[in-house]
Structure formats: C-alpha cells, structure tokens
C-alpha cells in the first residue's frame, strides 16, 4: 500500500551532513584555510566577487569554500548574504584612469604612453603542466625593475578622443544616477548604465560565448582591444558631516575598452565606437567579452542591421545570470507530478482517440494496436467533463 | 494525525540573526507597496525590485518574498507543493519561515491564515481572511506567443489577445479541444489575461470568486501580480467549446474522494497504477474522519 511520502525534513538535514563531508572530502588531508583559497586561488575568487556583485575577498573564499569549489553555487551565496546588507551609501565614480596598475596593454598602437606592461598574465605561458607545482615551490624572485611604474597612465581611448577618432565618452546630461538592478527591476528599454551593470555581474561563459558569436559574424562587429588594464584603484566615499570624499579602501578592478569602427552615417561623420568592460577582481576574459557585447548591444541606437543574437537587448540582458539561470534549470529537480499527471492525461486521450481514428480505418491493424493497452491494468482514466 | 479536528500547528524558535521574515522593513514596504497595486488592478504585473533569496530562483523566491512581506506573528503559515504539505521543497520553505519568522506552520488549510503554493490550490474550500502565496516561474501568458517582454506589455496594454484565442482554436484544429492541461489562461476582472501559476485546470474554478485573496509572485522574473477576493476569473474557451477540468472515473485510493485530483502512482516494475489524491491534507483528513465515525459505530 502506497504510503505518502514523509520524513521529507529527516531526508534534508542528513542530506546537510553528507554534503558536508562530501565537501571536507578525505580529513586526513589538512583544511584548507580561506586565507589559503584567497592568495591561492585569487582568479576564482575573483569572479565570484564580480559574479556576485560584493568585493569581499574574504567572504568570496568562504564562499568557494562552502560550495566546494562550484563558483556559480559560490556565487549564489555571495548574493544570498549580499540582500541583507544594509546600504550606507554610494561611493563616488571610481577613477580608472588613476588605477595602480600590475597590467596594461593596448593592441592598437605599437607604444602607448606609459608602455605596454605585460605583468601577470597567462598571455604567453606555454600551457605545459608544469610538474614542479606537484610538489610545491615558492615563485623565483623577481629582479628588480630597471624602471618603476608611473602612479597612473592616460587611458589610450583618452588618445584616441583628443583626435575626434573615437565617440566621446559623455557624462549624460543631468548625470543621472544609475539604475540598481538588485533593487530595482529591469525595464525596457534598458539604458546603457543598467545594460552594464546587468553584464558587469553576468555569467562570464555566456558573456565568452555571445561576444565571440559577434566575433563569428553573428554580429557587425570588428573590435579592436585599445586597452585593457589590471590594477588597484581607490574607492572614496563623500562624507557629508566632512563636506569631502574619504578613501574607504582600495579594489582590483580588470576594464577592458573595446573600439570598433562605425562607417557613419547621414548625421554623424565616421568614427570608432566604444565597447566597455568593467569587472571585480583580476578576469580580462569576462571584461573583453563585456566589451563586446556591450557594443553589440549598441547597434541598433547605432543603426546598424541589429538582427544577430547578441544585439537582442531583451535576450541577452534576460538570460545572462547564472543565478537566476542556475536556479530554473535545475528547479526541474522539484516535483512536478501534478502537472505531468495532467499531461499524462491528455496524451493518453490523444493517442486513445488516435488509436480509434486508425482502428476504424483500417481494422486489419487493429490487433497489433492492442499490447499497448494491457488488458490487465484496466486504467482508471480521468475524463473530459464540462463544468456545470 | 489522529483526529480530523485537532490543531497541527507547530513552531519553531526564530533565528535573531535575521530581521523578523528575512528581509529588511524598507523591502518588504516596497513589496507591499508593489502588492498593493497588483491587488487595485487585479491581473496585471507589477514589476518590482526582486531580492536575492538564499533559496535558488525558480523554487519559490517569489512566493518566498511576498509571503516575507505579509506575514506577521500572529499568522498561521501552511506551504505545499504539488498539494502536499512533504515534498522537500514544501519542508524547506517551511523551515525557512519557522527560523526566520517563528511563526506557527500547519499543516490545516482551515487553520491557515497564509498558504503558500506551487502548482495546487488546496481542496479544501478557502475562506474569507486566509490569503494564497502562489510561486510562478513565468507569470506571462502570452510568453510562448511572443518572447519579447516590451511586446507583450503592449498586448496587454491594448487587451490584445487575439494571439491566445487563435493558439486555442488551433488546439481545437489539430486535436479536438484545447491541449492546455496546466497553467492555463484566464482573464481577470473581465480585463487582464493572466496565468494562475502552473497548477492544473482542475484548479482553475476555485479562483473564480474566491473569498480569499490570490496573490502571485514571480521572483526571478520580477513581477508580482494578484487576484482580490470575489474577483471573477474565467477560463478562455469557446461558446461551442466550453472549459472543462479532468475527472476521473476512480476514487482516491486511499480515501475514496471523488471530488479531489488524483496523482498517479505506479507501485511496482509491471506498471500497476493506483490514483491518490495530491492534497495530502485533505486526504488525511478525510481518512481520519472516517477513522473516527468506524470507531464510533464500533463502540456502539
């Protein structure tokens, strides 16, 4: 006798404690630490800060920690604790141009003032697995620089502007306050602020795969990385007891500007257009990506054709999270028996009356339809029934 | 459960870690804020600032936060899923609200003041007071009739439905009636068109003029929407097609109701089925009551 299912509360909490020694794995191994994960493993903390919209080095360890390494659950997390952090206040536009950089290259002018600086980057590693890491080693000692670092280096689009070659980079009129899409919905149609803000916290495998589809020819696209620029920049909050801004701290941000050529048109005479990256943490893919689907995202205000995957602002400002993309696909974990007893239901009628439509036409088939049917589980088969 | 009447009513002690139901005043004020103008429009979608929730999108943050909004102390909380008071994820939701509210569960539709849903509407008759939470993945009905959110806005805006009826007449077309099963649109006040969640058409009448208040929320897809009691709820259909619900030819195995929608149950390898119904509640309830008259007559 069927019996319905309970104990479903007992199931969940020892579900908690197998995960939790799922995750812990084998405990004669050391714990890793959060201050392990956070200097060890800084790119994945990275992107969950950046996915997860909280710079918080320290949580996002915590994070990937608890969620045994699965960075979009990592991510969850982070968003989860985000909601109910009280709001302060905004802290004001953070200069990128005033960066401390570790990295910055351009790959449209040969020599850039400040130089081209490679710093840390995978760029030209030979990917070979390299075998001395299986034991452990610290880095070799890097000689020290014949020159330092300027404290700041100019933007090269900043170049690029001086000379009206590429559009200039306004502050609209009025200089609204952007929108914040984790209190506010997202309406249509979105500005370019909220755009960004929706792809600043986006997947970096979607973003990795629509901005290369406009690489592809899905897209009138043909980018140039003018720069793209890895470093530590000040986040100043106005105080208005003080009357003036505090440094409250300081972030690693990756921004990547794209430029792309834009033939002009009736109005405007023929110039490069900007795509704009912007990301927590130290990730050029996510901020290259960012930057082209931002400009993808611009054809249509740009007059350009629009029709490609990637210039769909409703498609791809939708489906670009992968919390809310996480969460759906796999809620079809949940039960969903009513609703597919009701299929169930009308599929069985369908194929019932089908199988009397083929019957009456052709009686010599009709024995081979009966093993569908079993003659021994006569089916209690819920019917049609008008509504009084 | 022994006895039809007795009260089920738990609780458990609140987390102060948290605001009392999770999210902070000045959000649930804008929730209700947003609710309140889907209840002064009835049917119609209210966009509103969706919070991140530590439960994943798509199982229930909707519900979730407009439950959050509504609910108080005194409040009597039930949550099901696909009927029953025990699937995980009715537990987990349920759990979630006892740590961060302390409020007292149920598992009675009659003692609930707030019953929080996915896909069923409980058998039991509601009463005036009590209010439905429903979860909605997708609160647009015309979504797979047009993909475009700025679009559909605008049918909307112009009642325009044209798009839905010819959707239906085509089912008619192709199959001899209409092949929603679930999910299935309504329109409002006589005026929005709009999705009571997926739960099946069986349910659909116990909308239409409900002493209770409907409310849906859409947490991924950021919209909450409501239907206000004795409000008028029709099915879409056809003068030569009218709206039919499922009816089956058994009885609850287990209780004998005739009147409730059944799950199928497959009990071993060669496919054996047995039909019981999906609100465990009432199901045990009926039980019980027979438990307790066979008892009685005994004695006697």
Known sequence: ?388 | MTAANASAATGIARDEHYNFAYLDESTKRMLRRALLKAVAIPGYQVPFGSREMPLPYGWGTGGIQVTAAIIGKPDMLKVIDQGSDDTTNAINIRRFFGRVTGVQTTEHTAEATIIQTRHRIPETPLRAGQTMVFQVPIPEPLRWLEPSETETRTMHALSEYGAMHVKLYEDIAHHGHIATTYDYPVIVNQRYMMRPSPIPKFDNPKLDRSPALMLFGAGREKRVYAVPPYTSVKSLDFADHPFTVEKWTSCCAQCGATDSYLDEIITDDAGTRMFVCSDTEYCADRRAGQAVKHAAGGAR
């Open chain 1, 1 to 388: 006798m069927y019996v319905a299912v309970k104990g479903g509360e007992r199931a969940i909490l020892n579900s908690y404690q197998m995960l939790d020694a799922y995750r812990r794995g084998d405990t004669a191994l050391p714990e890793l630490t959060l201050a392990q994960i956070r200097e060890q493993m800084p790119l994945a903390v990275s992107r969950v800060m950046a996915e997860g919209s909280l710079y918080d080095p320290h949580l996002a360890a915590l994070a990937l920690k608890q969620a045994a390494g699965d960075q979009i659950e990592a991510v969850f997390l982070l968003r989860a604790y985000r909601t109910t952090l009280a709001r302060f206040g905004y802290t004001v536009p953070v200069d990128t141009g005033a960066m401390r950089l570790q990295r910055r290259i351009s790959s449209t002018f040969k020599d850039v003032p400040g130089g081209q600086v490679l710093g840390p980057t995978y760029d030209y590693t030979q990917r070979l697995l390299d075998f001395s890491l299986e034991a452990g080693r610290d880095p070799a000692p890097l000689p020290p620089s014949a020159e330092p670092l300027p404290a700041s280096m100019p933007r090269v689009t900043g170049l690029l502007e001086a000379e009206q070659l590429v559009e200039a980079d306004e502050i609209p009129a009025g200089d609204p306050a952007p929108p914040d899409l984790t209190r506010e919905p997202l309406t249509f149609p979105a500005s370019r602020a909220a755009r960004l803000q929706n792809l600043a916290r986006a997947d970096e495998g979607f973003l990795l795969s629509m901005g290369y589809s406009t690489q592809r020819g899905y897209g009138n696209s043909h980018p140039f990385a003018a720069e793209i620029r890895f470093g530590s920049a000040e986040v100043e909050l106005f105080v208005e007891e003080l009357g003036f801004a505090v440094t409250i701290g300081e972030i690693e941000l990756t921004e990547c500007q794209m430029v792309s050529q834009f033939t002009g048109n009736a109005d405007e005479a023929p110039r490069f257009t900007r795509g704009y990256g912007l990301v927590f943490g130290y990730n050029e893919r996510k901020a290259m990506s960012m930057a082209l689907t931002d400009r993808a995202m611009r054809a249509a205000e740009l007059g350009e054709a629009a029709d490609a995957p990637a210039n769909d602002i409703e498609f791809m400002l939708y489906h670009s999270d992968n919390v809310e993309a996480s969460g759906f696909v796999q809620h079809l974990k949940l039960p969903h028996y009513v609703d597919f007893q009701a299929n169930l239901e009308l599929l069985r009628r369908l194929r019932g009356e089908q199988e009397g439509t083929n019957a009456a036409a052709a009686p010599a088939d009709s024995q081979s339809m009966q093993p569908m049917q079993p003659a021994s589980h006569p089916q209690p088969r819920p019917q049609e029934e008008t509504l009084a």
